[in-house]
């Protein structure tokens, strides 16, 4: 019997880019491995991505050769203390519960960078390999994003150094944006893959929405996701909507870090055509998204975000509707080569977006069918994670 340790720090029903990757890849794995004499335990926490949007979920999930144990930790708004707070729980009740347990293989999702140092302290006890999927390098946007002298100086050159022998001890590392491949220029090429994030059957499964000649009327420009330092939207929805409050009325749909910071500037501004609401699930979503005129996605500007892909791209992209775009480097370069009805515009630049909005305007591209459904050839997310979970099984 061999056994697999998959640890996530998010798990559905969480409502956020970990758990709509993990969540489908444990249930490929399931089916990769049925029959072939392979346990998967999965440990994960109880939802909490969002201190608004909370669900319940068993406390242990069972299903074919899967076990789901998820920790409780205690509730955190997505600040950097309590964040840190929260995984301390998860990080040593984890350890705790697999101190007498053997595993063949273990794998981690690395949003979090601790949940794949964990990984790497419990490979490095069993002596098993190590398979990593990196969908964030946490030193570097730690360095980016804080100005606390003690976090730049101190916390993020030892990050750094756990990072490093996390990446050493890996049998296999698969990065989820080819934007991240600088920082691993020092490791041979045979460890890595390239496996993006993915469209969900949810985005799929609809019509492609095609846009009705609305120009006598205010449209609606959409954002929905996290509300973090990392989208900066309290930089540029403020600012953008007082200057638009006679033609559009920007929705944000979601919950984070940075919430307060964007509620502070709309307040300040007195505006009326900016409405925030709490987080919706997926299904909901879609609908969110048919109704809009406009959708929009937004990373601070700051140097790590040039190398991210956003898990978001991948749903606005199949929707037909227009993507306004605030990013920059790999984001950019990937909405230019693979999605026909983004308007890009440098992030945090208000007047690039109001310029990209004239475009919307006046020559509105039209969703190409043909690139939309060569588009879910190529990212759909049964076809990714069943890559994924091949390597992963190939590893084991």
């Known amino acids: 019997m061999k056994r697999i340790l998959f640890l ?87 350890l705790r519960k697999t101190k007498n347990k053997d595993y063949d293989l273990v794998y981690a999702s690395s949003s979090r960078f601790f949940t794949s140092y964990l990984a790497y302290r419990i490979a490095k006890r069993n002596r098993s390999p190590l398979f990593i999927d990196v969908r964030d390098i946490f030193s570097e946007t730690l360095r980016y994003v804080s100005n606390n002298p003690v976090i730049k100086h101190i916390i993020v050159p030892f990050i750094a150094r756990l990072e490093k ?90 919950d984070g870090g940075a919430l307060s910071k964007l509620k502070s500037e709309i307040k300040k501004q007195c505006l009326s055509n900016v409405t925030i609401r709490k987080p919706v699930d997926r299904n909901n979503l879609v609908e969110e998204y048919m109704n809009a005129d406009i959708l929009f996605i937004h990373l601070n500007d700051v140097e790590i975000f040039r190398k991210v892909l956003p898990s978001k791209i991948f749903e606005l992209a199949v929707t037909g509707k227009p993507i306004l775009a605030g990013v920059s480097g790999y984001s950019e370069q990937f909405l230019r080569d693979f999605v026909n009805t983004s308007y890009i515009f440098k992030p945090c630049d208000i007047d690039g977006l109001i310029e990209s909005l004239k475009l919307i305007q006046n020559n509105e591209k039209q969703l190409n069918v043909d690139q939309n459904q060569k588009f879910i050839s190529l990212f759909s997310r049964k076809n990714i994670n069943q890559n994924i979970a091949a390597k992963i099984v190939e590893t084991i």
């Open 165 to 254: 022998k996390v990446y050493n001890h890996a049998t296999h590392i698969n990065l989820i944006s080819e934007g991240f491949k600088s920082s691993f220029k020092d490791f041979p090429d045979n460890k890595f893959s390239f496996f993006t994030h993915g469209v969900d059957p949810v985005f799929i499964e609809h019509k492609p929405g095609v846009q009705k000649e609305t120009s006598d009327k205010r449209k609606k420009i959409l954002y929905a996701g996290n509300i973090g330092e990392g989208q900066g939207l309290h930089k540029i929805v403020p600012g953008a909507a007082k200057l638009l409050r006679d033609q559009y009325d920007f929705e944000i749909i979601g």
């Open 8 to 94: 996530t720090f998010y798990f559905r029903p969480d409502l956020c880019a970990g758990s709509f990757r993990n969540s489908p890849l444990v249930d490929e794995l399931l089916r990769q491995t049925v029959g072939k004499n392979i346990e998967i335990d999965v440990f994960t926490t109880n939802p909490n991505r969002y201190a608004s949007y909370s669900l319940g979920a068993k406390k242990i999930e069972e299903f074919g050769n899967v076990k789901v144990e998820r920790i409780a930790i205690p509730p955190h708004k997505s600040g950097i203390i309590d964040q840190a707070l929260s995984f301390r729980t998860f990080f040593f009740e984890t």
